[in-house]
């Protein structure tokens, strides 16, 4: 497919280099230098200032859309209009009444929506829906997930830490991640509770938050993000009647991704333990996007889609709301 990115910043760079056999046609970014170097990347891509020219181009058949978070649902929407496909970086907009607009383009368009859930397809994360989804683990009953990274010199001043821009903090940040990864395993969630708090940074969002989620049938998501972690860190533990899984890593500065099963014996005591590591390069990227474009070519739905980011953006919505 003929692709055109829109934000050539760390996320941008990121999907360019998993394309694939797929072709760069043009980058577009506010500076002209990035958008240069993220064309760089393709035969005989093209760079722009202009995101209108790059994801209106005549030859794009998809648009990724990695801008900052108040941008990616205009760029989305124009995207659409102009009879793309779009990959949008998570969270995909700012609150569910801005999303909501571009759920009802993309549904009366016809054209296909992902959003970058891309912890989705980390291969840990991959093996783990595999064995949940087995049923050995028996009736689920809870989840226990933390994720967090320990920021950066300046990390207050910059774009995320912007309320106008960014749309909230560390909730919306990593946060979303956790929680879109507690409804692919549990399913929908009807009581959330939540705290969010500046401790560290001086900015006027917040730099954790905490989550409390329960399903109709009681399985309840205690959930953590936190840019004051110091060591970046990722675990998620998923709590099964006849077993556990807990997934630890992913890969770089957060340590090894590994998987680990422990299965629970009919006279309990400790239990039988398995373990998957995956020492190599984080490569869900790669895996997202050539999911993505396989569901185009076949039709088919797409998990990670803008109904899920919606829904994840109603939990951080409820939070926000009850923690002024």
């Known amino acids: 497919m003929n692709i055109a990115i829109v934000g050539c910043g760390l996320i941008g760079e990121k999907r360019a280099k998993a394309l694939g056999k797929h072709r760069l046609i043009v980058a577009a970014d506010t500076s002209i230098e990035r958008a240069q170097y993220i064309s760089s990347m393709g035969a005989q891509a093209t760079a722009t200032t202009d995101w209108k020219e790059a994801a209106g181009h005549p030859d794009v058949e998809l648009v990724i859309v990695a801008t900052t978070n108040n941008w990616l649902t205009p760029v989305s929407l124009f995207a659409i209009e102009q009879g793309k496909h779009v990959l949008v970086e998570k969270p995909a907009a700012r609150s569910p009444e801005e999303i909501e607009p571009l759920v009802i383009k993309a549904h009366s368009s016809g054209k296909k929506v992902k959003v970058g859930f891309n912890l989705r397809f980390h291969p840990a994360m991959m093996k783990a829906k595999e064995i949940i989804d087995s049923g050995v683990l028996g009736e689920l009953m809870f989840i226990r997930g933390r994720y967090g990274h320990g920021g950066r010199i300046g990390y207050d001043r910059e774009w995320r830490a912007d309320p106008v821009i960014a749309g909230g903090g560390e909730l919306l940040d990593q946060g979303v991640h956790l929680i879109d990864l507690s409804r692919w395993i549990l399913g929908d969630f009807d009581a959330i509770e939540g705290f969010v708090n500046t401790y560290f940074w001086d900015m006027p969002v917040e730099d954790n938050g905490f989550i409390s989620m329960r399903t ?109």
């Open 216 to 324: 109709k049938k009681g399985q309840m998501a205690w959930l953590h993000a936190s840019c004051s972690e110091w060591k970046n860190m990722f675990c998620l533990e998923i709590y099964g009647k006849d077993g556990k899984l807990q997934i630890d890593g992913l890969g770089g500065s957060y340590g090894t991704e590994r998987l680990t099963y422990y299965k629970m014996l009919p006279h309990l005591g400790p239990p039988e333990t398995t373990m998957w590591e995956y020492p190599f390069p984080d490569n869900s990227w790669k895996r997202e996007f050539d999911y993505f474009v396989q569901a185009i070519a076949d039709g088919h739905e797409i998990e990670g889609n803008l109904y899920d980011a919606k829904a994840v953006l109603v939990v951080v919505s409820k939070i926000y709301g009850g923690s002024k």
